[in-house]
């Protein structure tokens, strides 16, 4: 859920994943009225409209009325809060069965270019000098929608049963980095994480392996975004551990460096 400041974790029934303690449930629950598989929205009309993925595959739990539950959030453009804070135009995952989100271009096909090919804008931020506020998540990549390629990833803490809030120990997860690009305050290169923010995926670093290497040669159509927490570690054969307060990750968009239309 979107969180300005950490201190500001006051009106929970607003801030979805907002939460401090364990037997907290004042959080906003989905709607039963899922109407969000298969659904197409309005693609991000704003200055990157080329480049941002515009259509909602797949988003369990959503719900258009409720606050962080419209999927149509994760795909009307990028509107970052900077460094030390984050921004409200994100939509909202949980590490149950609400925990993903699955993304596409219309259609087109991103293909592997030169360095990063996409680029994942969740919603943290630097809550204090070197302490980073964040709810990460895994990236998987498919063509048809059935055999997904994950990107590395791993945790490196010295202690993998604790959670770290230094960036540097979430090796290949999205959720990493602040937010500075924003459609219309900072419309910047969404590819160039040093004004933009987010955090940057290469296909090349896509296991070797099916459906990896087709992906690699050939692009890919969808793009899925899935709670860290909602997933083992295999390094402890527990789940990814997580901030106290954290409750799944916020998405405020996804851009694409090379596409192309599809011949189907």
Do not use: K
Request: net charge negative; with cysteine.
């Amino acid at each position: 859920m979107p969180r300005v400041l950490l201190f500001l974790c006051l009106p929970l029934a607003f801030f979805p994943g907002c939460s401090l303690s364990d037997d907290d449930d004042s959080s906003v629950e989905p709607s039963n009225d899922d109407d969000s598989a298969a659904a197409v929205y309005e693609p991000c009309a704003f200055a990157l409209q080329d480049v941002c993925a515009d259509e909602v595959i797949e988003a369990p739990g959503a719900d258009s009325n409720a606050p962080f539950l419209d999927p149509f959030l994760a795909v009307n453009g990028v509107r970052g809060g900077g460094a030390n804070g984050g921004g409200l135009d994100v939509f909202s995952r949980d590490w149950a069965d609400a925990n993903s989100i699955t993304l596409g271009w219309s259609g087109r096909v991103v293909l592997n270019g030169d360095g990063a090919d996409l680029v994942v804008f969740e919603n943290a931020f630097e809550s204090s000098p070197g302490v980073m506020f964040m709810d990460l998540a895994v990236v998987e990549v498919s063509m048809n929608g059935l055999d997904w390629a994950t990107f590395p990833h791993d945790y490196v803490a010295s202690d993998e049963s604790e959670y770290s809030s230094q960036a540097d120990a979430w090796q290949g997860f999205a959720g990493r980095s602040a937010v500075l690009l924003h459609e219309e305050d900072n419309p910047v290169d969404p590819m160039d994480p040093g004004i933009a923010g987010g955090d940057p995926f290469d296909l090349d670093d896509l296991p070797a392996g099916e459906p990896g290497d087709t992906i690699r040669l050939e692009g890919f159509r969808l793009v899925r975004i899935v709670s860290a927490p909602s997933l083992i570690n295999p390094d402890t054969g527990e789940p990814f551990v997580a901030d106290a307060i954290s409750n799944g990750f916020d998405l405020d968009g996804v851009y694409a460096a090379v596409l192309e239309e599809s011949a189907d």
